[in-house]
């Protein structure tokens, strides 16, 4: 008599049902996002690795991946396919011109200019939309609406999520610009909306999801 298979973490599910969905979170830190590429560089390695495949890139492997912050701008790069190498280089090369301290910084003047983060990102990602199909994967970023105070927004590329019409239409230069507007950082960043006019958004650091791990478990 045959035993059942075994479900450990190696093979959570039995044969013939669908695997779990894979997610990747990644929070955010500044200047110390260079520390999750670090994990994540690794991460991509053991994956090769164990397929065999060394050209298999974290695009490929999960299902979902998502950042809050300066996470939100590692996530991107992620889900377009970009290799962890590329995104490594490509943030050291912006750090240092984003994170750049303006004369007079302080309480009430944030204190780095958002300028320099805003030609990086049309640099890189110029025009491109939530809803466009150069992402390789699920896309998901953690902002928080200032003006009226709701606790968070979960913007993301599922075409089956509830305000897809609208939020496939968002920029995503402009999403992740508003999710990395820390408050004496960056200034707010404005965003249309397809209800009630444009909304004031900030840093989603300031929502209870600075780890978006339980905020992407919710949108997956």
């Given at each position: 008599?045959?035993?059942?298979?075994?479900?450990?973490?190696?093979?959570?599910?039995?044969?013939?049902?669908?695997?779990?969905?894979?997610?990747?979170?990644?929070?955010?830190?500044?200047?110390?996002?260079?520390?999750?590429?670090?994990?994540?560089?690794?991460?991509?390695?053991?994956?090769?690795d164990a397929t065999g495949n060394q050209q298999?890139?974290?695009?490929?492997?999960?299902?979902?991946?998502?950042?809050?912050?300066?996470?939100?701008?590692?996530?991107?790069?992620?889900?377009?396919?970009?290799?962890t190498d590329r995104v490594a280089a490509t943030?050291?090369?912006?750090?240092?011109?984003?994170?750049?301290?303006?004369?007079?910084?302080?309480?009430?003047?944030?204190?780095?200019?958002?300028?320099?983060?805003?030609?990086?990102?049309?640099?890189?990602?110029?025009?491109?939309?939530?809803?466009?199909?150069?992402?390789?994967?699920?896309?998901?970023i953690i902002i928080k609406r200032l003006d009226?105070?709701?606790?968070?927004?979960?913007?993301?590329?599922?075409?089956?999520?509830?305000?897809?019409?609208?939020?496939?239409?968002?920029?995503?230069?402009?999403?992740?610009?508003?999710?990395?507007?820390?408050?004496?950082?960056?200034?707010?960043?404005?965003?249309?909306?397809?209800?009630?006019?444009?909304?004031?958004?900030?840093?989603?650091?300031?929502?209870?999801?600075?780890?978006?791990?339980?905020?992407?478990?919710?949108?997956?």
């Open positions: 008599m045959s035993e059942e298979p075994r479900i450990t973490a190696q093979n959570p599910t039995t044969p013939g049902s669908p695997r779990p969905k894979r997610i990747l979170a990644i929070d955010g830190g500044g200047v110390r996002g260079i520390v999750a590429i670090g994990f994540l560089e690794r991460m991509e390695a053991a994956l090769q298999l890139l974290l695009a490929d492997h999960f299902d979902l991946i998502g950042g809050t912050s300066v996470g939100s701008m590692i996530a991107t790069m992620l889900a377009l396919g970009r290799p943030f050291k090369e912006v750090a240092p011109k984003i994170f750049r301290r303006q004369i007079g910084e302080g309480i009430f003047v944030p204190q780095f200019s958002a300028r320099d983060l805003e030609q990086v990102l049309l640099r890189e990602l110029g025009d491109m939309r939530l809803d466009d199909p150069k992402l390789r994967t699920g896309l998901a009226t105070g709701s606790p968070w927004w979960i913007m993301t590329n599922n075409p089956g999520g509830k305000f897809w019409e609208s939020d496939g239409q968002q920029t995503i230069a402009d999403l992740i610009r508003a999710s990395t507007a820390a408050p004496t950082v960056f200034e707010p960043k404005e965003l249309p909306l397809a209800v009630g006019g444009p909304g004031l958004f900030v840093d989603g650091g300031l929502t209870p999801f600075n780890n978006p791990s339980l905020a992407l478990l919710m949108a997956a």
